[in-house]
């Protein structure tokens, strides 16, 4: 299995980006997906989660700024975020949960900085 993230860059104070995971070589529904990030010297923390019924959850920094969601047919999960902040800065991990199987994606930097 394969997490391939694509979607990170440079962004000012109050911009968007749109994160996107796509797995590969599953052949089967995740039970859950998400996105962890990791800030310098900060440990690694979860930003958000969906379950394959679409049950979602957000860590309170990012509540009614990202928004999450999945399209279980193409295995791909996605992180819309809007008003983005400083300390939004950090690399951004795609996860996945197949049953006690877990799977990382190799990360994408987000910086937002003016």
């Known amino acids: 299995v394969q997490l391939v993230e694509s979607g990170g860059g440079l962004v000012q104070p109050g911009g968007s980006l749109r994160l996107s995971c796509a797995a590969s070589?599953?052949?089967?529904?995740?039970?859950?997906m998400g996105w962890y990030r990791q800030a310098p010297g900060k440990q690694r923390e979860l930003v958000s989660s969906?379950?394959?019924?679409?049950?979602?959850s957000y860590a309170n920094s990012v509540k009614g700024r990202f928004t999450i969601s999945r399209d279980n047919a193409k295995n791909t999960v996605y992180l819309q975020m809007n008003s983005l902040k400083p300390e939004d800065t950090a690399v951004y991990y795609c996860?996945?949960?197949?049953?006690?199987?877990?799977?990382w994606g190799q990360g994408t930097q987000v910086t937002v900085s003016s």
């Open positions: 969906i379950t394959s019924d679409s049950d979602t």
């Open positions: 070589g599953s052949g089967f529904r995740f039970d859950d």
């Open positions: 996860h996945a949960r197949w049953h006690w199987y877990h799977y």
